[in-house]
Protein backbone atom coordinates (compact mmCIF):
# COMPACT_ATOMS: atom_id res chain seq x y z
CA UNK A 1 0.00 0.00 0.00
CA UNK A 2 1.11 3.62 -1.02
CA UNK A 3 1.84 6.02 1.79
CA UNK A 4 -0.20 9.12 1.74
CA UNK A 5 3.29 11.32 2.54
CA UNK A 6 6.09 10.36 0.24
CA UNK A 7 9.90 10.30 1.86
CA UNK A 8 11.76 12.79 0.84
CA UNK A 9 15.16 12.84 -0.07
CA UNK A 10 17.71 14.56 2.60
CA UNK A 11 15.18 14.29 5.62
CA UNK A 12 15.71 12.07 8.33
CA UNK A 13 12.82 10.01 10.23
CA UNK A 14 11.77 8.02 13.08
CA UNK A 15 10.59 4.38 12.24
CA UNK A 16 9.48 2.19 14.92
CA UNK A 17 6.91 -1.38 14.60
CA UNK A 18 5.72 -4.09 16.77
CA UNK A 19 4.97 -7.39 16.60
CA UNK A 20 1.56 -7.90 15.98
CA UNK A 21 -1.14 -8.60 19.16
CA UNK A 22 2.28 -7.02 20.87
CA UNK A 23 3.85 -10.43 20.76
CA UNK A 24 7.61 -10.54 21.37
CA UNK A 25 8.91 -10.68 18.26
CA UNK A 26 12.96 -11.32 19.95
CA UNK A 27 12.54 -14.11 22.01
CA UNK A 28 16.59 -15.06 22.70
CA UNK A 29 19.98 -13.52 21.49
CA UNK A 30 20.16 -15.47 18.00
CA UNK A 31 16.82 -13.29 17.30
CA UNK A 32 18.46 -9.85 18.58
CA UNK A 33 21.52 -11.04 16.45
CA UNK A 34 19.53 -12.02 13.08
CA UNK A 35 17.86 -8.93 13.27
CA UNK A 36 20.93 -6.60 13.41
CA UNK A 37 22.95 -8.07 10.55
CA UNK A 38 19.69 -7.66 8.45
CA UNK A 39 19.71 -4.07 9.12
CA UNK A 40 23.35 -4.14 7.91
CA UNK A 41 22.79 -6.92 4.78
CA UNK A 42 19.46 -5.21 3.83
CA UNK A 43 20.80 -1.73 3.36
CA UNK A 44 22.11 -2.19 -0.45
CA UNK A 45 20.16 -1.81 -3.62
CA UNK A 46 21.03 -4.98 -4.57
CA UNK A 47 19.43 -7.97 -3.48
CA UNK A 48 21.18 -9.89 -0.61
CA UNK A 49 20.55 -13.55 -0.15
CA UNK A 50 21.42 -14.57 3.30
CA UNK A 51 20.50 -18.30 3.20
CA UNK A 52 23.60 -18.07 0.41
CA UNK A 53 25.77 -16.40 2.75
CA UNK A 54 24.89 -18.45 5.57
CA UNK A 55 25.87 -21.37 3.73
CA UNK A 56 29.43 -20.34 3.05
CA UNK A 57 30.01 -20.99 6.36
CA UNK A 58 30.94 -17.17 7.40
CA UNK A 59 30.82 -16.41 11.24
CA UNK A 60 28.69 -13.86 12.32
CA UNK A 61 31.82 -10.90 12.53
CA UNK A 62 33.10 -12.02 9.31
CA UNK A 63 29.27 -11.05 7.98
CA UNK A 64 29.58 -7.78 8.87
CA UNK A 65 32.78 -7.44 6.60
CA UNK A 66 30.77 -8.29 3.36
CA UNK A 67 31.37 -5.28 0.98
CA UNK A 68 27.19 -4.17 -0.29
CA UNK A 69 26.23 -2.17 -3.09
CA UNK A 70 25.31 1.37 -2.80
CA UNK A 71 23.47 1.65 0.33
CA UNK A 72 19.67 2.43 0.05
CA UNK A 73 19.31 4.47 3.71
CA UNK A 74 21.90 6.42 6.45
CA UNK A 75 21.34 4.68 9.52
CA UNK A 76 22.07 6.88 12.65
CA UNK A 77 20.36 4.72 15.30
CA UNK A 78 18.44 1.38 16.46
CA UNK A 79 17.18 -0.27 19.35
CA UNK A 80 15.75 -3.07 19.68
CA UNK A 81 13.41 -4.21 22.37
CA UNK A 82 11.19 -7.72 23.21
CA UNK A 83 7.95 -6.51 21.42
CA UNK A 84 9.36 -3.96 18.96
CA UNK A 85 12.10 -1.61 17.50
CA UNK A 86 12.89 2.02 17.21
CA UNK A 87 15.05 2.92 13.97
CA UNK A 88 16.46 6.51 12.74
CA UNK A 89 16.65 6.14 9.18
CA UNK A 90 17.94 9.20 6.69
CA UNK A 91 16.23 9.20 3.22
CA UNK A 92 19.49 8.80 1.27
CA UNK A 93 17.79 8.20 -2.48
CA UNK A 94 14.00 8.36 -3.48
CA UNK A 95 12.31 5.13 -2.07
CA UNK A 96 15.33 4.49 -0.42
CA UNK A 97 13.73 3.82 3.11
CA UNK A 98 10.30 2.45 1.87
CA UNK A 99 12.70 -0.57 -0.14
CA UNK A 100 14.86 -0.75 3.03
CA UNK A 101 12.34 -1.33 5.59
CA UNK A 102 10.32 -3.82 3.11
CA UNK A 103 13.51 -6.04 2.44
CA UNK A 104 14.25 -5.38 6.15
CA UNK A 105 10.82 -6.86 7.83
CA UNK A 106 10.56 -9.14 5.31
CA UNK A 107 13.18 -11.25 5.82
CA UNK A 108 13.12 -10.99 9.82
CA UNK A 109 9.61 -12.53 8.84
CA UNK A 110 10.39 -15.14 6.97
CA UNK A 111 13.50 -15.76 9.67
CA UNK A 112 11.08 -15.46 12.95
CA UNK A 113 8.30 -17.48 11.22
CA UNK A 114 10.14 -20.83 9.96
CA UNK A 115 12.19 -21.20 12.88
CA UNK A 116 9.02 -20.69 15.43
CA UNK A 117 6.57 -22.74 12.92
CA UNK A 118 4.31 -20.23 12.15
CA UNK A 119 2.07 -17.90 9.54
CA UNK A 120 0.76 -15.18 8.86
CA UNK A 121 2.08 -11.59 9.73
CA UNK A 122 4.75 -10.42 12.53
CA UNK A 123 4.23 -7.11 12.61
CA UNK A 124 1.69 -4.66 13.68
CA UNK A 125 1.02 -3.70 9.80
CA UNK A 126 2.92 -1.21 7.56
CA UNK A 127 5.71 0.59 9.92
CA UNK A 128 5.29 3.71 11.54
CA UNK A 129 7.53 6.58 11.04
CA UNK A 130 7.68 10.09 12.38
CA UNK A 131 9.49 13.03 10.39
CA UNK A 132 11.97 15.14 12.24
CA UNK A 133 12.33 18.59 10.94
CA UNK A 134 13.38 19.98 13.83
CA UNK A 135 17.71 20.06 15.77
CA UNK A 136 16.14 19.89 19.35
CA UNK A 137 13.29 16.89 18.29
CA UNK A 138 15.80 15.10 16.35
CA UNK A 139 18.11 15.17 19.77
CA UNK A 140 15.18 14.34 21.42
CA UNK A 141 14.41 11.20 19.32
CA UNK A 142 18.05 9.87 19.53
CA UNK A 143 17.86 10.33 23.30
CA UNK A 144 14.27 8.35 23.10
CA UNK A 145 15.50 5.31 21.45
CA UNK A 146 18.76 4.85 23.20
CA UNK A 147 17.22 5.51 26.83
CA UNK A 148 14.15 2.67 25.80
CA UNK A 149 16.08 -0.30 27.87
CA UNK A 150 15.51 1.35 30.71
CA UNK A 151 12.27 0.46 31.35
CA UNK A 152 12.82 -3.15 31.11
CA UNK A 153 14.37 -2.32 34.63
CA UNK A 154 12.46 0.85 35.70
CA UNK A 155 9.33 0.99 34.07
CA UNK A 156 8.23 4.31 34.69
CA UNK A 157 11.73 6.32 34.37
CA UNK A 158 10.08 8.21 31.74
CA UNK A 159 7.30 9.99 33.89
CA UNK A 160 9.24 9.74 36.77
CA UNK A 161 12.65 10.13 36.09
CA UNK A 162 15.75 7.50 36.41
CA UNK A 163 15.59 5.98 40.10
CA UNK A 164 19.20 4.69 39.93
CA UNK A 165 21.44 6.11 37.16
CA UNK A 166 24.17 3.67 38.68
CA UNK A 167 21.95 0.78 37.82
CA UNK A 168 20.84 2.13 34.66
CA UNK A 169 24.13 2.77 33.42
CA UNK A 170 25.65 -0.76 34.17
CA UNK A 171 22.25 -2.03 32.50
CA UNK A 172 22.92 -0.45 29.49
CA UNK A 173 26.80 -0.59 29.07
CA UNK A 174 25.87 -4.74 29.13
CA UNK A 175 22.74 -3.98 26.66
CA UNK A 176 24.40 -4.82 23.02
CA UNK A 177 20.58 -4.92 20.91
CA UNK A 178 21.25 -1.02 20.90
CA UNK A 179 23.43 1.91 18.70
CA UNK A 180 24.32 2.69 22.57
CA UNK A 181 26.77 0.39 22.36
CA UNK A 182 28.19 1.62 19.43
CA UNK A 183 28.31 5.49 20.68
CA UNK A 184 29.35 4.94 24.26
CA UNK A 185 30.92 1.85 25.10
CA UNK A 186 32.85 0.22 22.27
CA UNK A 187 33.27 -0.12 18.41
CA UNK A 188 32.24 -3.49 17.39
CA UNK A 189 31.19 -5.47 14.27
CA UNK A 190 28.09 -4.33 14.36
CA UNK A 191 29.11 -0.50 14.05
CA UNK A 192 29.14 -0.92 10.81
CA UNK A 193 25.13 -0.77 10.85
CA UNK A 194 25.45 2.41 11.50
CA UNK A 195 26.24 5.89 8.95
CA UNK A 196 27.40 8.69 11.54
CA UNK A 197 28.85 11.18 9.46
CA UNK A 198 25.29 11.38 7.77
CA UNK A 199 24.09 12.65 11.14
CA UNK A 200 25.09 15.65 13.13
CA UNK A 201 28.18 15.84 14.81
CA UNK A 202 26.62 16.58 18.12
CA UNK A 203 25.56 12.74 18.49
CA UNK A 204 29.27 11.77 18.67
CA UNK A 205 29.93 14.57 20.86
CA UNK A 206 27.87 13.02 23.91
CA UNK A 207 29.94 11.52 26.41
CA UNK A 208 27.81 8.96 28.73
CA UNK A 209 24.19 8.19 29.98
CA UNK A 210 23.70 11.54 31.76
CA UNK A 211 24.31 13.45 28.09
CA UNK A 212 21.87 11.38 26.66
CA UNK A 213 19.25 11.75 29.36
CA UNK A 214 19.59 15.33 29.62
CA UNK A 215 18.83 15.65 26.30
CA UNK A 216 16.21 13.87 26.60
CA UNK A 217 14.78 15.96 29.66
CA UNK A 218 15.55 19.53 27.71
CA UNK A 219 13.45 18.39 24.93
CA UNK A 220 10.63 17.06 27.01
CA UNK A 221 10.56 20.39 29.70
CA UNK A 222 10.34 22.64 26.46
Given at each position: ????????????????????????I???????????????????D??????????????????????????????????L??N?????????T???????????L?????????????????????????H???????????S????????L????W??????????????M????????????I??????????K?????????????????S????????
Amino acid sequence: MRRQTPFLVGEIYHIYNRGTDKRIIFTNEHDHRRFMLLLYLCNSDVSVHTSNLFNKGLSFIELFNIKRADTLVNIGAFCLMPNHFHILLYEKTEGGISQFMKKLLTAYSMYFNAKYNRRGSLFEGPFKEKHIDVDEYLNWVFSYIHLNPIKLIDSSWKENGIHDMMIARNFMKGYKYSSYYDYFINSRPESAILNKDAFPEHFSQLNDLEDVVSEFDSFKKK
